[in-house]
């Protein structure tokens, strides 16, 4: 692989400092072994042309991150595919030197698009500072479309977003703003976008509209985002995903809908780190499948993880396997497992807790079995549920105790390792102060389900006031005693032996007092998805 603007940068750096008219010629000069002069048969089509580009077209926001952190990956350009490499180069040039680059490529080789200022580079190197990976070239396209990549006219009319800077960690934190908008946009093409916001993080968008249904009948709308979003439609909530964390927990909502105009409002907010959000519905009038309200992408051909091949990890037939790497969801000693059957977990090492859970695949391992690959990869199933993230276990004084962010003292956790027992499923084992715990998880053979066995022995002097956070961050709902739905994608059934009464807490957080006597103490938990 290429870098396909190595020697236009190269070039176009001498460039910067001078006319248009001197950059076309240090253009022709240094680089006509790659690029001819009207920016067309790149090096006997191993480099894709700049002229007519889509990629060079429409807003600059996309050619500016390519060059500012780097791409890799499949793009498609005109009928034909290129693979590729770009090295970033955001390190070595400043923000004047990069307006005029991509100033220059944008109005040269028949492109007539806007000039962009030195003041639209440093936004837009702002908005991405965190970012230490170069773009894959799918995640790219995903985030900055190409012009028209969409999938056709929106239903939504009159449609106008309300932006909100703040350090947003649920709906009701963004629902609390009084003050006035940030800024205020009006989407003409009736699609909910996040790219005009200008900046990564802490943010929240509240749209609303006028959303056209074609005929009466039940509708049934897709949600997924990173982190939390809800939808209402004339004032009733119809979806809602409301905690932090990464795409892949999609939730549906349905609702009878009369043929004409209904207010639809729609709200999302982004923490940290990476910022996604879609939203698609189907029902009658409508064409088949998923009818998306945000903008799409075409799907990119070639490989399905960009940069590195795909090597799915597929649990051998009635046995379990173990990948032991950096997943996105939970810790750096992140333990994930896959049994055959289609269920999966990931246990954190350092909080003792299972802290993801999905169906379907397992994990593919192209990004680290290749090439010392880094980064975190994400669950290659569905229906993936983060159901815990920090200390499992707490010794809480009273209901309304707040959850520690940390195990204190008392209950220093030791990881101790664990075993496979004959079909390679594993036994976790870990100490919690005094306390010795085993955790075996395994698949229910009716599933999808999951159960763990978690067994403390506890000696005479055992922590009083001890509790188990079940799950945390999503909603839920109490359907039996002892038997929680968790956002409408799973329920959790917790053993009646050896607890208390388990209680929510906000509506997000379900715990589970333990009764503790002397010697083992067996408690077990079954997940099952809807």
Known sequence: MRNWLIHTLGVLFVAGTAGAEDGKVLFETYCGACHAPDGKGMNNGQFPPLAGSPWVQGKPDRMVQAVLHGMEGPIEVGDKEYDLVMPPQGVMLNDEQLSKIVTYVRGSFGNAESAVTPAEIA??????????????????????????????????????????HGDFKSLADLAKVKAKPTAVEEEQDGLLRIDKVGRADGFGIVWE??????????????????????????????????????????????VKLT???????????????????????????????????TPRVKKAKGKKNPGYPSIPIVAPKGEATIYRNFIEGTTARGIGVGYDGGVNLAFSADNMAVELIWTGQFMDGGRHWTNRGQGRAAPAGVRVLQVSKGPAFAVLESGTTPWPGAYEEGLKPHFRGYVFNAQQEPTFFYTLGPLEVTDSPAPVPEGPALKRTINIA?????????????????????????????????VVEISQAGTGKPFLRNGTELIVPLILKKGDNTITLTYTWN
């Open 123 to 164: 936004a837009q190197r702002a908005a991405t500072a965190g970012r230490a990976e170069m773009w894959p070239s799918v995640e790219l396209l995903k985030r900055y479309p190409l012009p028209g990549e969409t999938d056709g006219p929106s239903a939504i009319k009159n449609l106008v977003a309300n932006i909100y």
């Open 209 to 254: 509209g006028d959303l056209e249904v074609p005929k009466d009948g039940d509708f049934t709308f897709l949600m997924d985002s990173d982190e939390g979003s809800g939808l209402y439609i004339d004032g009733k909530q119809v979806a809602v995903l409301d905690r932090l964390g990464a795409v892949g927990n999609a939730v549906k909502g349905s």
């Open 259 to 293: 043929k004409g105009t209904h207010k639809i409002r729609v709200a999302y907010f982004e923490n940290t780190g990476e910022e996604e959000f879609s939203l698609g519905w189907s029902g009658p009038g409508l064409p088949g499948g998923l009818n998306w309200l």
């Open 458 to 490: 506890a000696g005479e002097d055992g922590p009083k006031n001890l509790c188990f956070r079940v799950v945390e961050g999503w909603p839920m709902t109490e359907l039996a005693s002892h038997r929680f739905d968790i956002a409408g994608q799973a």
